[in-house]
């Protein structure tokens, strides 16, 4: 028998049964010791409080650039608007249609859907203005490369952005197996060749 396994974890005769307070000790040493960086101190009551702000939707992304792709994703791009209408500026990247620009789209089909109800309650009329000031709607498209963007106007966006939200995708349950691959799948390639362009700092969050 070893030497290391006849004395055991800390010097302790690993023959014998581990008795509850061997363990507890155990584990109590196991922060100090070298190598172990994935265990960190615990969290003391008094600041639980402030866990409520780091896992907080409404400070992480207040004073960001949020680019945001689909619908689905304004659920989520409205709150800094609402919340810090000050620092907040959000980019939609919306398809040209044959019979309705991006523009018109984002008005008509964004803007006065539920999501934006309380960005309606607090500006009112002015609500066209605001969003005017706040978002940037841009023509384009997640199946093209650089989203639809000139390789200039993809660069210059992607280094200034702190988070990418992308929810563009077919959701129905049988769709065509081109457009499906092509919409859901390798147009995650575009991202992150969009997002190679700003040297990847900024974030990702991509919603099935």
């Known amino acids: 028998m070893s030497e290391n ?14 008795s509850p307070s061997d363990v507890i000790e155990e584990a109590s040493g196991a922060q100090d010791r070298p190598g172990n960086d994935l265990v960190g101190p615990a969290i003391p009551a008094s600041q639980s409080g402030d866990l409520e702000d780091l896992f907080s939707v409404q400070q992480v992304l207040a004073d960001r650039h949020i ?25 939609v990247v919306i398809r040209d249609r044959r019979t309705q620009s991006a523009k018109e789209r984002f008005q008509e089909e964004l803007v006065e859907c539920e999501a934006f109800t309380p960005l309606h309650d607090v500006y009112g009329p002015g609500i066209t203005d605001f969003l005017e000031d706040k978002v940037t709607v841009l023509p384009g498209d997640i199946t093209s490369q650089y989203l639809g963007m000139s390789k200039e106007e993809a660069t210059e966006l992607s280094q200034k952005l702190d988070l990418f939200i992308n929810s563009a995708g077919l959701t129905n349950f049988n769709p065509n197996l081109e457009n499906a691959l092509t919409i859901n799948t390798l147009s995650e390639n575009n991202i992150a060749e969009f997002l190679s362009l700003g040297d990847y700092h900024t974030s990702l969050l991509h919603v099935s």
């Open 67 to 91: 680019l945001v792709t689909g619908s689905r994703a304004l659920v989520l791009g409205s709150m800094p608007l609402r919340y810090h209408p000050d620092g907040a500026q959000v980019y």
């Open 5 to 18: 396994h006849k004395n055991g974890v800390n010097g302790k005769d690993s023959t014998k049964a581990a």
